[in-house]
């Protein structure tokens, strides 16, 4: 099994930074990309960022320039760093990967972390 661990989130004030960061673990083969979704209660998820194994980047609308992605892939991790926040950036930030595991019949799947709290104050 693969399991994703979030951290890094927390309240700031706007126009504050934050780094969020993602580790995977478990009976990972190959990771062919990563990324950040938020999610606010009662609404969709939402797209925030991706970086593949070539880090090739993707980024919403709503967050280029202030957002930046980034990975280690020694280290199965994403990073998130987060700038110029505003109130409008408060959700739960989810972090996705795109695995093969060990002993997988169907090649890549899709696995979700639990989320960390992002809070922008008003």
């Known amino acids: 099994q693969v399991q994703l661990v979030e951290s890094g989130g927390g309240l700031v004030q706007p126009g504050g930074s934050l780094r969020l960061s993602c580790a995977a673990s478990g009976s990972i083969v190959s990771i062919a990309a990563m990324g950040w979704y938020r999610q606010v209660s009662g609404k969709q998820r939402e797209f925030v960022a991706t970086?593949?194994?070539?880090?090739?980047?993707m980024y919403a609308d709503s967050v280029k320039g202030r957002f930046t992605i980034s990975r280690d892939n020694a280290k199965n991790a994403v990073y998130l760093q987060m700038n110029s926040l505003k109130p409008e950036d408060t959700a739960v930030y989810l972090c996705?990967?795109?695995?093969?595991?060990?002993?997988?019949?169907?090649?890549?799947?899709?696995?979700w972390g639990q989320g960390t709290q992002v809070t922008v104050s008003s």
């Open positions: 996705n990967a795109r695995i093969r595991t060990t002993g997988s019949r169907y090649g890549y799947e899709d696995y």
């Open positions: 970086i593949t194994t070539g880090a090739s980047t």
